[in-house]
C-alpha cells in the first residue's frame, strides 16, 4: 500500500512516499479502507520534533482517517466489513489502510463526506472540550476564538455561536474573516490590521472577555491574557506560532484570571469517557445541519508535502484532507 513516512525531523521534505505491507488488525481493532485523512498543525509540529512526546522517525504519520472498514480483528462485534467510520488514531493515518481501536471509531452519517468526516474527531471534540468542560462556557460570555478560520477555530465559532454567546473572533485576510462571520462570529478582527486586545477591550466597553480558546502561543498568548475579564478563562490548546505562550502570575493573582491546558491526545488517555461524552451530541449536529465540517483545502495522499506547506504558510482556512 502507499504510505507517506517521515524520514527524519525536518521540512516538509522529509515526508515521503513509500511502499508498506498492508497492516493486519490485531484484537480489538479493525482495518480501514482509507478515503480520506485530516492534517493538523499537531502533525507539522511531530514532523520538526518539535512535539511533546512525539514519535520518532521513521513513522506514519496522522490522527484522524475516515473510511470503510476492511476486515476486523478478534473480539469486534459491534463493527463489520463497510461500515462507514471515522477514527481517531495515536498515528498511522496518511496511509491507504490503517488500522484503528474499534472503541475510537465513530460512525460518518451518509449525509457526510468522507473528507468532511476526516475533519471531525479532533476539531470538533477540541473545540467542544475547550469550550464547556475547561472554558465552562455560559451563554452570555463574550468568547474570543484565535485563528477563528482554522479547523479547531471553525468548529469553535460555530459551537460558541449555537450556544449563544457572543463570538469574537481573529483571522489574518478578509476571505478567512467572512468565514469565520458566516459561522456565527459576531466580531471578526483582523490581527494584522488591529490589536486585537485593544480592539476586543473596545468592543466589551473595557470589561474584557470572559473567555479565550489560543492555539498559537507566544505573544498572542500573552496578550490574550491582557485581553481577559477578571475571572476569566483562557484554555490553550496548542501552540502553532512555536513559541509556548508563558503568563507573570502576578497578572493572574491580581486580575482573578485562570489558565487551563487542554490536550486532546493526553485527555483522551487519561478520561477517555469524559472526552467520548461529548460525541453523540455533536454527531447528531452534524447529521441535522447545526453543525458544518469546513473542508479547505484537499490534497491527494502523495502530495502531503504541499498540504503542510500549505498549512504552515498558514495559506488555509478549515480543514485540510488528504485522499489516498
Not at 478563562?233 to 491546558?261: C, H, M, Q, R, W
Request: aromatic residues 6%; hydrophobic residues 40%; proline residues 5%.
Amino acid at each position: 500500500m502507499l504510505a507517506i513516512e517521515v524520514t527524519e525531523f525536518g521540512d516538509d521534505s522529509v515526508l515521503e512516499e513509500v511502499e508498506r505491507d498492508r497492516p493486519e488488525p490485531g484484537p480489538g481493532e479493525v482495518l480501514l479502507d482509507v478515503e480520506a485523512v485530516g492534517v493538523n498543525f499537531a502533525d507539522v509540529m511531530q514532523r520538526r520534533g518539535h512535539y511533546h512526546g512525539g514519535p520518532e522517525p521513521p513513522y506514519v504519520p496522522g490522527m484522524e482517517a475516515a473510511g470503510t472498514v476492511e476486515a476486523t480483528g478478534a473480539g469486534v462485534e459491534d463493527r463489520e466489513a463497510g461500515d462507514r467510520v471515522v477514527a481517531m488514531l495515536d498515528g498511522g493515518a496518511y496511509a491507504e489502510y490503517a488500522t484503528a481501536p474499534a472503541q475510537a471509531l465513530f460512525d460518518v452519517p451518509e449525509s457526510i463526506s468522507f473528507a468532511e468526516a476526516a475533519g471531525f474527531p479532533v476539531q470538533f471534540l477540541t473545540a467542544y472540550l475547550c469550550l464547556h468542560d475547561w472554558g465552562e462556557l455560559d451563554e452570555d460570555d463574550d468568547v474570543l476564538v484565535q485563528a477563528a478560520a482554522g479547523g479547531v477555530g471553525t468548529a469553535a465559532t460555530q459551537l460558541a455561536s449555537h450556544h449563544g454567546a457572543e463570538v469574537y473572533g481573529t483571522a489574518s485576510t478578509s476571505e478567512k474573516l467572512e468565514l469565520a462571520e458566516r459561522l456565527g462570529c459576531d466580531h471578526p478582527i483582523n490581527y494584522t490590521e488591529t490589536d486585537f486586545a485593544e480592539e476586543t477591550d473596545d468592543l466589551t466597553d473595557g470589561d474584557g472577555l470572559d473567555l479565550i480558546l489560543d492555539g498559537v502561543g507566544g505573544d498572542t498568548f500573552r496578550e490574550s491574557v491582557d485581553a481577559l475579564a477578571p475571572f476569566g478563562t483562557i484554555v490553550a490548546y496548542g501552540a502553532a506560532s512555536g513559541e509556548p505562550g508563558t503568563v507573570d502570575t502576578a497578572t493572574l493573582l491580581f486580575g482573578n484570571k485562570s489558565v487551563e491546558g487542554f490536550h486532546l491526545g493526553r485527555a483522551t488517555q487519561l478520561d477517555p469517557e469524559r472526552v467520548f461524552a461529548a460525541v453523540p451530541e455533536l454527531s447528531a449536529m452534524l447529521a441535522s445541519g447545526d453543525l458544518e465540517v469546513v473542508v479547505g483545502q484537499t490534497f491527494a495522499l502523495a502530495d502531503a508535502a504541499d498540504a503542510h506547506r500549505a498549512l504552515e504558510n498558514r495559506e488555509t482556512t478549515g480543514k485540510v484532507v488528504l485522499e489516498p
